[in-house]
């Protein structure tokens, strides 16, 4: 860490010429070959996706299993590749290993060694679908996020709301979950409390399984009443996010001139913080 | 299209009296006939759908065949003759034959013709479903389709944020899904990842058909999860589309000329900030 | 008609004191006396319903038919005195007659009459249920109506685009159905295009029951791209009612001194009608 | 009551010091100790109701009931004395007793006590659940419910709108459950009334389990109806709450004194119309 600034001095000449020029295609997307490698990345992951989906049907995999590994050493020697090569030309390695999308890099070659060692169990596969993000990183370089990281905010702010109300519903779950266990006497699919949650929560979402559903005349009532709740207070969620997303679209349009302050409405006349005129 | 001003500029010598009213009548909805027109198709265009849908309801397809085939013989006579009168009345015939509408009236016609060729199939069928769709030309004439621009402006604006928002529900239906196979172990409805993924969907969706849903407490756990989850998260769109819909209300429309106010709505004959007179 | 204002000159000479008064009692609320008969009449509104409920469900009927018939002859006694008292005592007898409230009261004592001549069919049954709707009457007169009407107002002015938004929705499900009879094949649930659509719009509106769901991969992927839509464009009639509600809000706080216009929002300083200095 | 100012004259003098320590660990968060209790409080309060939970599972229940009785024994005492102390250290004990948390904390206890002299029944249980609502006393001490409180607010100043909303959706489903029942002429899940608007509201809110579905074509046809109007009109309750939650960003707050804007933020130091310090 504290021969960052030495590094970042020498820059220029300590980098070899195709380093920099790696680093540009590989992490960035401003040029051609950058944005061929980019395509070709989005296509492979897409592929290697696809691949591991396909295996998990067993009538499919009978047929091209053989297909399936070929393309899976390929996918995989090319991720290796890029991983290694992602690692040379970067400055700040440990920064890159250890940072979400290093992660998810090194996840997506692992499962393939691990396998080599290992018998392949069906916790693997989870772990080749992790792929599947490395979409993000090239969505960003798209440009494509923007939007996202619009929705992502705006969810972040709310977060503390949601959770309050997340908890008030479970809460209110609960308890009519174990209301319904009184009432409906240990019927099936109310044997206990828990198995009485489930069948809350399936209700007040708005799901509604059916796998579990009331029989007698009174669980009948309490579930018109839960389902009329959880038909109401869907509101909630809703109110709470819309408000916060009408707030993120005004703050970006405006910025005090004198003091910075980008929460500036559209009918301000004066920076709220500072006092200065803005229009 | 180099002669397209020329066409323009000898527009009333060229073009036959009858022509003109023709169009008139058929492409516009200003004049007497020319409503009657509209509502005359508007009828066939419901009949011929209506014929279409109960025909493949075999009970009732044994008993009135002959009276289908004949309808649809008539239906289809006086659609194709309505197509080549519009081909023959507009000016821009190419523009025409491959606008939107265009097809649309084409692919009306060309299933009942190709029957005569070729053994009917069940493709046939969508084809002649899509008829439905020249309701909207109508609609248009009639001057109601001003609100459904709105909404699918509002919907093609806002199109960006609820595509990310959906890539963000499929990686997590598909990841949660991953995490279910190995969760439920391949039992029923949970063999492959593609099926799990199905099941994911119609849970955060809060559909909740039930052909397929958790056995083990660990699943049914996870699936509490995702359906909260689904619950909440079902606001993200809707705060999308309506702060986009607020935002068509006033943006849309009017800057005051002095002050530069852009919330200026519709109805407004002054600015509401600085009294300066807009209409 | 022609005698109405004539009525209006003369009405207090020409009126009764005890139809003054009685009319006060039933058609206002703002004595005591009008407050009780208000109360009495919701308990037996409330009680009828009831009756008529519990008369439908077998069991309960077999034990307590007697009873239920009894009551059912002094409410219908009860409703068919307050119908002839309301008509006596108000002026526009036939003005309340063809009301909406006076059809509902009708309809509320028709069927017990109805029933002494003709035998009881299922289609009393509807009938007997409207009487439920004079609660309105009574909410109404309670001041409790307000909010209610707001409701209404913001339903009926975003009504149009509502509808339009119906009208996409059940032409998507239509075609989406149709498409559906394809890929699923005839097979259970999907045997006409009525029956598909009956599917498509199960699962569009997120309902999901279950009854019929897709069997084969194709359908399964089909659903799935049906679900995310329908969860996705249930922001467009929130949106559209939610901008509605908004600008109801608005309206209601402040009034142009001036010209009277009552669309001002919060933020206005001039009256944008007429450019009166609000504040 | 009377002596009640008489009490808080001689407050220092008359409280001895290890109350005035007691009540500020116990009754606030402001101290290590006090925090330290908050949390012990709250991990015991999630123990004992996961405890209550797995009691009424039966497999696991009959591996652990000796475990589950100890431990509800050890945290009933502490609740006991939990409970004791409280009223010893806090001076307006009747306030505190009657108080809503302060029932909450004797039901948490009430049931061991009862179920020393009585047989345990399964009403016991959902008492014992209650003990939950006691994480509402800890959230608010760790600040953590300014949020929830917003989101109740939003909720009570909208309930008005929403039981009227809730309302006409019963009356609704009422009504067409009745419809229904002549409709589907007393088919499984259709014999009465109640039963029908039990399916209503199950189709109306979107739940949909499908233990009850339409099998004539015609009651397919007006549940499409019902599904239709669910899915829009859920923008009811929705548009109530997020305009009510807007609301409460805005006008809780401030008015400018001198220009009397009354849309000033939180976190406004000057009004954004008049540039007058708010703060």
Same mark, same amino acid.
């Given at each position: ?22 680093y540009r295609i590989i992490f960035?997307?401003? *040029? ?5 490698? +980019? /395509? /070709? ?9 696809? /691949?591991?989906?396909?295996? %998990?049907? !067993?009538? @499919?995999?009978? !047929?091209?299993?053989?297909?399936? &590994?070929?393309?899976?050493?390929? @996918? ?20 890159? @290993?250890?940072?979400?999308? #290093? ?16 018998? @392949? *169990? !069906?916790?693997?596969? /989870? ?22 990281y619009l929705i992502v905010r705006?969810? $972040?702010?709310?977060?503390? $709301? ?10 209110? %779950? ?14 099936? #699919? ?24 009331? #029989?007698?005349?009174? #669980? ?12 109401? &207070? ?21 910025? =005090?001139?004198? =003091?910075?302050?980008?929460?500036? +409405?559209? +009918?301000?006349?004066? =920076?709220?913080? =500072?006092?200065?005129? &803005?229009?």
């Open positions: 860490m504290e021969q960052h600034n030495e590094e970042e001095h020498n820059y220029i000449s300590e980098r070899t010429k195709w380093k920099r020029q790696l960035k997307s401003d *040029t051609k070959l950058g944005k061929l490698f +980019d /395509i /070709i990345l989005l296509v492979l992951i897409l592929l290697s996706t696809f /691949i591991v989906m396909m295996e %998990s049907v !067993k009538v @499919i995999d009978a !047929k091209l299993h053989i297909l399936f &590994i070929v393309l899976e050493v390929i @996918i995989t020697m090319f991720f290796t590749i890029e991983y290694i090569l992602r690692i040379l030309v970067i400055r700040n390695k440990r920064n890159y @290993i250890f940072s979400f999308f #290093g992660i998810i890099d090194f996840l997506a070659i692992l499962p393939f060694y691990l396998s080599l060692f290992f018998p @392949i *169990t !069906k916790y693997f596969l /989870i772990i080749r679908m992790l792929r599947m993000l490395r979409i993000f990183r090239i969505l960003n370089l798209m440009d494509f996020m923007n939007d996202g705006a969810l $972040k702010n709310s977060s503390r $709301k949601i959770y309050i109300f997340l908890l008030f519903l479970i809460i209110f %779950s609960v308890i009519v979950g174990s209301m319904m266990l009184m009432v409906e006497g240990h019927r099936e #699919g109310f044997e206990s409390i828990p198995q009485s949650i489930y069948w809350a929560v399936v209700t007040v979402t708005t799901v509604g399984y059916g796998d579990v559903s009331p #029989g007698t005349p009174l #669980g009948k009532f309490l579930s018109v009443l839960l389902m009329l709740a959880g038909y109401s &207070i869907i509101a909630v969620p809703t109110g709470i996010v819309t408000a916060e997303m009408r707030n993120k679209r005004q703050n970006f349009e405006l910025v =005090c001139p004198r =003091c910075g302050n980008d929460d500036v +409405d559209d +009918d301000a006349r004066y =920076c709220k913080k =500072c006092g200065e005129k &803005i229009l």
